[in-house]
């Protein structure tokens, strides 16, 4: 595998000089600065490619190109925006860039209610908390109908909650939920937007008529659109799986487990229609498992990202060290090392806080510290499982 890392452009504190000393041999990163939906120009991508290179290091994957919520719920101006995003793939595809990642979540993308989850060492990390979701959901944005999907304990625990928290706890709520982890990532909502609530809850009006199955008629729409320049540019899009892997805020989900990869593949069967194979993602879902999903689903996978997970007897799930969790990476690294592309990206995912992380304000999950020693976990990893193969080469060739 190529080892890849998220970079958020010339912005970012961490630099391409800093990631050439750890490893890394490839870029993941997009044009941040350019709205979503509007097209993506040959100039802007070479700028940015042309920085890159001067750095050592070379462009392996777009992450993200994002999707327009108006393509999402099938909005008047979806076939403009569709084919703005074919101008930007053309684009992209000129200039030699054949990895395209992106979601089909609507509104929200992935999603936590703790970004600073201490562990016993003094590290941090990611954590989602089925109960304070459920707060988030029923007491702050006062979703109609919310309180149908959360358990009696559940709700229990939201009608405690609300006697004692502060409010200043609520915009530290708000702010995990629906601005730290989204502002960065698909631009729905800005750190400077003054009422990020009532913003969040006219763009979950957008879907009140969308169910699973008018989601996927519109994922179809989109993807059967944008193969034609995918194959005259060879380039692989590659879809995000749904974080967390289960209906959220009355929200359908798509791309969740077996059921819906099986789907996403036949409904649009283009080689060019593949996976981002976030283990990460895929392990919050007690249904999948994902070393069988990554095995049968091999030929699909074009980009990796390789983190891991824990979920709890509650439902609640969090970050998992590299070596640890049902995301299993152990076994995944074996079978892409062994039996998939020498140049398949992979990147590190969601990173731990370590030593000064905190105090670099890092987008969250996106620590150097934390994810460069994830980085050498893997690399390990990567390492044994190279000298195995190599070790059974050398003895299928061997005339003894």
């Not at 350019?34 to 700028?47: C, K, L, S």
């Not at 999603?111 to 954590?127: E, F, K, M």
């Not at 913003?199 to 034609?228: C, G, H, S, V, W």
């Amino acid at each position: 595998m190529e080892r890849t890392w998220r970079w958020f452009g010339k912005k970012d504190p961490i630099t391409p000089a800093m990631l050439r000393q750890i490893g890394v041999e490839g870029i993941v990163t997009a044009l941040h600065d350019v709205p979503n939906g509007e097209i993506w120009t040959a100039e802007d991508i070479r700028e940015m490619q042309n920085y890159i290179t001067v750095n050592g290091l070379h462009w392996s994957v777009v992450e993200s190109l994002p999707v327009a919520e108006a393509i999402k719920y099938g909005g008047k101006e979806r076939d403009r925006l569709i084919e703005n995003y074919k101008i930007s793939l053309a684009n992209l595809g000129k200039n030699g860039i054949r990895t395209v990642c992106y979601n089909f979540m609507p509104v929200i993308d992935w999603i936590r209610t703790d970004l600073h989850h201490a562990w016993p060492d003094g590290s941090t990390s990611l954590y989602f908390s089925k109960a304070r979701f459920a707060y988030f959901d029923c007491r702050i944005l006062q979703r109609s109908g919310a309180e149908n999907d959360y358990s009696d304990t559940e709700m229990q625990y939201v009608r405690e909650l609300d006697k004692t928290i502060t409010e200043a706890e609520k915009e530290e709520m708000i702010n995990s939920i629906i601005v730290k982890t989204q502002g960065f990532v698909n631009g729905n909502i800005r750190e400077s937007d003054r009422n990020p609530v009532a913003l969040f809850k006219e763009l979950l009006a957008l879907y009140k008529d969308i169910d699973k199955t008018a989601l996927r008629a519109n994922m179809q729409y989109f993807l059967e659109r944008i193969m034609p320049v995918c194959d005259r540019f060879g380039i692989n899009m590659t879809v995000h799986p749904d974080d967390p892997p289960f209906p959220v805020l009355g929200l359908p989900r798509i791309v969740t487990g077996e059921a819906d990869i099986d789907w996403l593949l036949s409904a649009v069967d283009n080689p060019h229609n593949g996976l981002a194979f976030c283990a990460g993602s895929l392990s919050a879902g007690l249904h999948n498992d994902v070393p069988a999903l990554a095995e049968k689903y091999l030929r699909r996978i074009h980009f990796v990202h390789l983190r891991s997970t824990d979920v709890l007897p509650n439902g609640d799930f969090i970050e998992a060290s590299h070596l640890e969790g049902r995301g299993q990476l152990v076994r995944l690294v074996y079978l892409f090392e062994h039996r998939a592309p020498a140049d398949l990206p992979m990147r590190i995912d969601h990173g731990r806080n370590m030593l000064d992380d905190e105090q670099k304000n890092y987008n969250p999950g996106y620590s150097f510290l934390g994810r460069m020693y994830a980085l050498a976990q893997v690399m390990g990893i990567m390492a044994a499982a190279r000298a195995i193969r190599n070790k059974d080469k050398k003895l299928n060739n061997s005339t003894i």
